[in-house]
């Protein structure tokens, strides 16, 4: 039986978004601006989000907001400067 990746499955079912532009966005360990910087996101970045899960409060330009989208495994950035199209979650809690 050959198995396939799960990583690339997972991919698949994923959808990226698009940061907001002209900005570059801070990717942190945690869900919220006390967490370490873990990598700077460039102008016109698309991320995928994994999982979301309250935070701290950021306002951004897409509004205020305390989700965190889950972009990688350990790296959060604010909802508030990602277009889901929505002000609500788009992807699962994060466990």
């Given at each position: 039986?050959?198995?396939?990746?799960?990583?690339?499955?997972n991919?698949?079912?994923?959808?990226?978004?698009p940061?907001?532009?002209?900005?570059?966005?801070?990717?942190?360990?945690?869900?919220?601006t006390?967490?370490?910087?873990?990598?700077?996101?460039?102008?016109?970045?698309?991320?995928?989000?994994?999982?979301?899960?309250p935070?701290?409060?950021?306002?951004?330009?897409?509004?205020?907001?305390?989700?965190?989208?889950?972009?990688?495994?350990?790296?959060?950035?604010?909802?508030?400067?990602?277009?889901?199209?929505?002000?609500?979650?788009?992807?699962?809690?994060?466990?």
């Amino acid at each position: 039986m050959v198995m396939g990746s799960p990583t690339s499955a997972n991919a698949a079912a994923v959808r990226t978004y698009p940061i907001a532009p002209g900005y570059t966005v801070n990717v942190r360990s945690g869900p919220g601006t006390g967490y370490t910087i873990i990598r700077t996101l460039p102008v016109g970045s698309q991320v995928p989000i994994f999982c979301q899960r309250p935070g701290e409060t950021i306002s951004g330009p897409y509004g205020t907001t305390n989700i965190w989208d889950n972009i990688d495994n350990g790296a959060y950035v604010s909802d508030a400067y990602v277009n889901t199209g929505s002000d609500g979650y788009v992807a699962p809690r994060c466990a």
